[in-house]
């Protein structure tokens, strides 16, 4: 379903804005990366995670996998909020340990729902099962 019509599938109102808004996102997590933490011991670990992310997703702008795409943001997002929410809990002067706990507990919960089964049980299923379908 995801991959139907492929290069020519529907546009989507609010795909493309949705689209745009990660890409700057990721985009200036690079840029980030590059200027303030070039000196950081996993510099080129986190640089090559930053680039791969911008490429994907410009890649995929310009082939028009877009649903394809924004399904794999949807899955992926998640796990950032809790993975931003544990660093602004670590910059506090003093750490809540429930709330600490608590945020660890939801972000390994996250992590092991969306990236560990949502993503290659729906996203990657769904593709592989697709492109075996239609000898593509």
């Known amino acids: 379903m995801m ?14 804005l949705f689209y745009m808004v990660q890409f700057g996102r990721h ?28 490429f994907l997703i410009f ?14 943001l949807f899955v992926h997002d998640p796990c950032d909020v809790f993975l931003c929410l544990g660093r602004l809990i670590a910059d506090f002067k003093k750490q809540p340990q429930a709330l600490k706990a608590g945020n660890f507990v939801l972000l390994v919960a996250t992590w092991l729902f969306f990236r560990l089964y949502a993503f290659p049980k729906c996203i990657v299923g769904s593709a592989f099962s697709y492109f075996m379908a239609h000898d593509v």
């Open 3 to 16: 991959f139907e019509g492929l290069p020519y599938t529907k546009q989507y109102p609010y795909a493309v």
């Open 27 to 54: 985009l200036h997590t690079l840029v980030d990366y590059c200027v303030y933490k070039w000196r950081a011991p996993k510099f080129w670990e986190m640089f090559l995670h930053h680039s791969m992310a911008v």
């Open 59 to 72: 890649f995929s702008y310009l082939v028009n996998g877009l649903r394809c795409g924004i399904l794999v």
